[in-house]
């Protein structure tokens, strides 16, 4: 089975950056669309941004220019670069991996099959 952990969260001020991480466990990461979602206190869970297995990316227009999604997967490792923070991306960043080889959208938390238990983020004014 499995397992998505996340890591690099924290307590930054606006305009600073973070690197977020998510190690998988188990084979086969090569094969999983992976993706980043974040939930505010009192917001539904919402898309951030995500990479297909075949290289593809998709970014919330929200955070596109500021936040860049990569993968290694030598190393069963998602990343999460996000540059400029503001207050509003306060939140708690889960990431996410679909079932192997899904060729479907991958923008919507029903497109995952797997979670992490997230990371807090929080950006001071």
């Known amino acids: 089975q499995v397992q998505l952990v996340e890591s690099g969260g924290g307590l930054v001020q606006a305009g600073d950056s973070l690197r977020l991480s998510c190690e998988a466990s188990g084979r086969s990461f090569s094969s999983y669309t992976m993706g980043w979602f974040r939930q505010a206190p009192g917001k539904e869970r919402e898309f951030v941004a995500g990479v297909r297995w075949s290289g593809g990316t998709n970014y919330a227009d929200s955070v596109k220019g500021r936040f860049t999604i990569s993968r290694e997967n030598a190393k069963k490792t998602m990343y999460l670069q996000m540059n400029s923070l503001r207050p509003e991306d306060t939140a708690v960043y889960y990431c996410?991996?679909?079932?192997?080889?899904?060729?479907?959208?991958?923008?919507?938390?029903?497109?995952?099959?797997?979670w992490g238990q997230g990371t807090q983020v929080t950006v001071s004014s």
């Open positions: 996410a991996a679909t079932r192997p080889y899904y060729t479907g959208t991958y923008y919507y938390a029903r497109d995952y099959d797997l």
